[in-house]
């Protein structure tokens, strides 16, 4: 079955730091290009970050020098690691999984940056 379930959101304070994590199902990790987006009420799902297979990245403009994504083959996890949160930063983050055919999304993962 074709899975993704990602983990690790939560409620923190401004300049705060989490780690989001995504699990895949190795149907749809090895050559995939894995990507982190997000959703704020009343605003349209944007990519936060992406990671090719080869490892190549990419990053929103909002989010470069703050936040890292990774993954780790052997475990078939992707990673988002988010230093210096900010109120903007407040939405609902999804894993997502793609190829040229395919596309596969999880769950989704609340982050909500407030004092």
């Known amino acids: 079955q074709v899975q993704l379930v990602e983990s690790g959101g939560g409620l923190v304070q401004p300049g705060g730091s989490l780690r989001l994590s995504c699990a895949a199902s190795?149907?749809?990790?090895?050559?995939?290009?894995m990507g982190w987006y997000r959703q704020a009420p009343g605003k349209q799902r944007e990519l936060v970050a992406a990671?090719?297979?080869?490892?190549?990245?990419n990053y929103a403009d909002s989010v470069k020098g703050r936040f890292t994504i990774s993954r780790n083959s052997a475990k078939d996890m992707v990673y988002l690691q988010m230093n210096s949160l900010n109120a903007e930063d407040t939405a609902v983050y999804y894993c997502?999984?793609?190829?040229?055919?395919?596309?596969?999304w999880g769950q989704g993962t609340q982050v909500t940056v407030s004092s």
């Open positions: 997502n999984g793609k190829t040229t055919l395919r596309s596969y």
């Open positions: 990671i090719t297979s080869g490892g190549s990245t």
């Open positions: 190795g149907s749809i990790f090895r050559g995939y290009t």
